[in-house]
């Protein structure tokens, strides 16, 4: 795609050859796309971190549809296999699956012999993972707990709350964190905090997870909202790599922030895969520092 361009040009800028017509559905659609740019610019710079993620599984919760069902059915996508039966440990290993949904990764690792133990908090999704388990015959702590609920009980002064059954379950063989959800914590210091959470209850295992990896082009409209709302009174950090999804707040890595981040928890990147669904290991260093 070219430098500057958020998508591809297509019927965006009909030249001559175009009817009036659609020159100018165009330029309703060009003054439109700025408005939603400028739009998932301020909400960057306005919505503080507990928000973003109130948001986010607001929207899980909407698409409880697309998690149930076919998608618990399909299991692990090709790179998530190949990462499991690279780095985790053999079964039948109790692991922890957090931000599971309705269960896919879950169900998968059932199916492989592992143990498991799982917590979301998108209520839809995780009555239907308690649902599918029970179905299934596969014992194990489920909760409706958010990575904030995980964070509080294994670090903090909170007590396990709903995380009591599978916090007693521990220490774990290894984590695998849901797909894609370690891109929705809007800062350093929560996927920071997050790992070292992981390491707590399991010492020696590795953390597996996938991130998004490709950024939204830097357009002029986005870098100049960017900057203009960055002045504002009370505005947000905003870093390179944060963005609006689908979901709301998502963060998409460079390997240097992943491994910023892996460093800071006591961790090291392990391994990178950036094929279609880029995932990653932390390994836990030999002392913590
Ligand atoms: C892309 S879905 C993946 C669901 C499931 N792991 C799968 O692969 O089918 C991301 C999941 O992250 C969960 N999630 C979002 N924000 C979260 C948070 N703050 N703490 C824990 N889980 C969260 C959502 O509820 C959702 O189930």
Redesign the pocket.
């Known amino acids: 795609m070219a430098e500057g361009l958020e998508r591809p040009i297509g019927l965006r800028r009909p030249g001559p050859a175009g009817p009036w017509w659609l020159r100018a559905l165009a330029m309703v659609d060009r003054v439109y796309g700025g408005f939603a740019i400028a739009r998932d610019e301020f909400a960057l710079s306005r919505l503080r971190e507990g928000q973003w993620?109130s948001l986010?599984?607001e929207r899980?919760?909407a698409?409880e549809g697309f998690?149930s069902g076919a998608?618990?059915a399909r299991g692990f996508v090709e790179d998530e296999q190949a990462l499991v039966a690279r780095w985790l440990p053999p079964p039948p290993g109790r692991v922890l699956?957090?931000?599971?949904?309705?269960?896919?990764?879950v169900l998968a690792l059932a199916a492989a012999g592992y143990q498991v133990a799982a917590?979301?908090?998108?209520a839809p999704?995780l009555a239907e993972m308690r649902d599918s388990l029970r179905r299934r015959g596969i014992d194990g702590p489920v909760a409706l707990?958010?990575?904030?609920?995980?964070m509080n009980a294994v670090l903090g002064s909170a007590g396990p709350g709903s995380l009591t059954d599978i916090l007693a379950t521990a220490p774990f063989a290894a984590v695998l964190l849901?797909?894609?959800?370690f891109t929705?914590?809007r800062t350093l210091e929560t996927r920071v905090r997050l790992l070292k959470a992981c390491r707590a209850i399991c010492p020696t295992g590795p953390v597996l997870a996938t991130f998004y990896l490709e950024r939204i082009p830097m357009s002029r409209v986005r870098g100049r909202a960017r900057s203009l709302f960055a002045l504002l009174p009370g505005a947000q950090p905003v870093s390179r790599g944060d963005q609006v999804g689908i979901?709301g707040y998502e963060h998409a890595f460079s390997q240097d922030e992943l491994r910023e981040v892996a460093a800071l928890s006591d961790y090291e990147l392990a391994h990178l895969g950036a094929g279609f669904l880029p995932c990653g290991v932390f390994l836990a260093c030999a002392s913590p520092r």
Do not use: I
Not at 97 to 105: H, I, S, W
Not at 119 to 122: T, V
Not at 178 to 181: A, F, Q
């Open positions: 993620s986010v599984v899980y919760e698409a998690y998608n618990n699956v957090p931000a599971a949904g309705a269960g896919r990764e917590f979301d908090p998108a999704l707990a958010s990575y904030w609920d995980f849901g797909l894609n959800s929705h914590l979901y």
